[in-house]
Nanobody
């Protein structure tokens, strides 16, 4: 089992940057693919980005390509989400999630693919 804890959220002005962290417990963290999702009030949870177990493969939603970067440090059991050029529409609760399927696939875009979730961290971007 994996437990995930997100941190790094906050309030930032449009155009600013934040780095989110997803810290995991469990010896098997490095064997999981990790995804980031977000959910704004009144909206469904949506895919943001994902990284394969060894960090070699990454997927991004079109809305964040070129602005967000996912990375992982398996020695530290942590996945990072660097968010640059933030926009008000990026405002949401951000969740990280772990998928036992080590590799990414078309299913990686769906929250149903993921087995474990963190509690989320709020990101608010002011205009």
């Amino acid at each position: 089992q994996v437990q995930l804890v997100e941190s790094g959220g906050g309030l930032v002005q449009a155009g600013g940057s934040l780095r989110l962290s997803c810290a995991a417990s469990g010896r098997t963290f490095s064997s999981y693919a990790i995804g980031w999702f977000r959910q704004a009030p009144g909206k469904e949870r949506e895919f943001v980005t994902a990284v394969s177990w060894e960090g070699g493969n990454r997927y991004y939603a079109d809305s964040v390509k070129g602005r967000f970067t996912i990375s992982r440090d398996n020695a530290k059991n942590t996945v990072y989400l660097q968010m640059n050029s933030l926009k008000p529409e990026d405002t949401a609760v951000y969740y990280c999630a772990a998928d036992r399927s080590r590799h990414l696939s078309g299913s990686s875009y769906s929250p149903d693919e993921y087995d474990y979730w963190g509690q989320g961290t709020q990101v608010t971007v002011s205009s």
